[in-house]
């Protein structure tokens, strides 16, 4: 398979005075294969929209290889702009155009066939509506007019920033048969989702990233299946000892995440060293059990943002795999 999208080292550093240095893509990597609907999947400040602006030239990255198409942007994009759609941030529309007439206005400023306007209104679902003001339009349905202009050039590749945000679960499912229906037909389509679940029904591969750089990457079941050895969940016969059997658990090197009444416990070899472990501090287990992993699960291990009661996880507060202290009990979504 050839690769649409190709990323090396990617590097973007904020500076400020207040703030300091911020290192926003810190070498990151990426590839995506021809006709594949690929996840782009990050928490809270990982650098996912860092990446997908710099690709698109808005933002100067400070080091790093972006390959589009087999062009070296940003140098080559007026070659690669044709044949890449991209909605990076919610478009705004003309509240009193309507879908059509929105999609007209662009696809003459694009020079493109006007017949190419219903083509794309037929795709997204919206032609039994495209005669309404935009105005009268719910949230789905403005997403589905921002993917409506995004595909007028009928591009090769496709990058959607959250395209699922703030759909309902019908729209959410839509979506999917719209993506799905978009890779049959040979385009290429990068998506950055919170969801992902749908990501994992959506999706033939996936990227993730921590901290600016990628943590994981390759087709879903593959992913799923590097990490649904080591995934272990255990109960403790006193619930109150679960704190004291997480605090064991992580300075021993495993990777933990607290819920209310147990542990999910990640890299985990023999689980049985676990019980002896905690026995050894007065500690009894009373459930000890392997778990199927799902993407979510995976993503939560990966970048440590299972959530803990009580506590809030902060925007950037992710972890590297793979370096000390990446594993812990911290976190949880930001509230
Ligand atoms: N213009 C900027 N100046 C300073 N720091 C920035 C700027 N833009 C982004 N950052 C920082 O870079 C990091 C990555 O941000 P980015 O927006 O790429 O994350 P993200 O993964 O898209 O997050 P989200 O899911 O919340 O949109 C964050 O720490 C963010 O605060």
């Known amino acids: 398979m ?61 080091g790093g ?18 044949q890449v759609g991209a909605i990076v941030e919610s478009p705004q529309f003309f509240p009193h155009f309507t879908a059509r007439d929105t999609l007209s206005l662009l696809a003459g400023a694009g020079q493109l066939p006007g017949r190419r306007v219903d083509e794309v209104l037929e795709l997204v679902g919206l032609r039994d509506r495209a ?22 050039k009928n591009p090769k ?10 759909l309902d679960p019908g729209g959410i499912r839509e979506m999917r048969t719209l993506m799905r ?6 385009m290429t389509v990068v998506l950055s989702s919170h969801i992902l679940g749908e990501i994992q029904l959506i999706c033939d591969s996936v990227t993730i990233i921590s901290l600016g750089r990628r943590v994981a990457y390759g087709p879903v079941e593959q992913v799923l ?52 472990l905690l026995a050894e501090h007065g500690l009894y287990v009373s459930e000890l059990a392997p ?23 902060q925007v950037d507060q992710s972890t590297k795999v793979g370096e000390p202290g990446s594993g812990g009990t911290g976190g949880g979504w930001g509230a």
């Open 157 to 166: 590749l496709l990058i959607l920033d959250e395209p699922a945000n703030g």
């Open 225 to 276: 299946a590097e990490h649904s050895q080591s995934s272990v969940r255990i109960r403790l016969e006193a619930v109150t000892d679960l704190p004291q059997a997480a605090d064991v658990l992580t300075r021993a090197g495993v990777r933990v995440a607290a819920e209310p009444d147990h542990l999910m416990l990640a890299g985990v070899d023999k689980p049985a060293a676990v019980s002896r």
């Open 65 to 82: 290889r972006m390959v589009i198409l087999g062009h070296e942007v940003p140098h080559a994009l007026p070659a690669v702009a044709g």
């Open 131 to 152: 005669g309404e003001r935009v105005k009268t339009y719910s949230l789905g349905m403005k997403q589905r007019l921002a993917v409506a202009s995004a595909l007028l």
């Open 2 to 62: 050839s690769a649409v999208l190709e990323i090396e080292g990617l590097r973007k550093t904020y500076r400020s005075r207040r703030r300091g240095v911020r290192h926003a893509l810190d070498g990151f990597d990426m590839r995506v294969e021809s006709g594949q609907v690929h996840g782009f999947l990050g928490p809270n400040g990982s650098g996912k929209t860092t990446t997908l602006r710099t690709l698109l030239g808005l933002i100067r990255p400070n």
């Open 291 to 313: 778990v199927a992993v799902d993407l979510e699960s995976v993503f939560l291990e990966l970048t440590a943002t299972a959530p803990v009661p009580g506590q809030h996880r």
């Open 181 to 186: 229906d978009l890779s049959a037909a040979g």
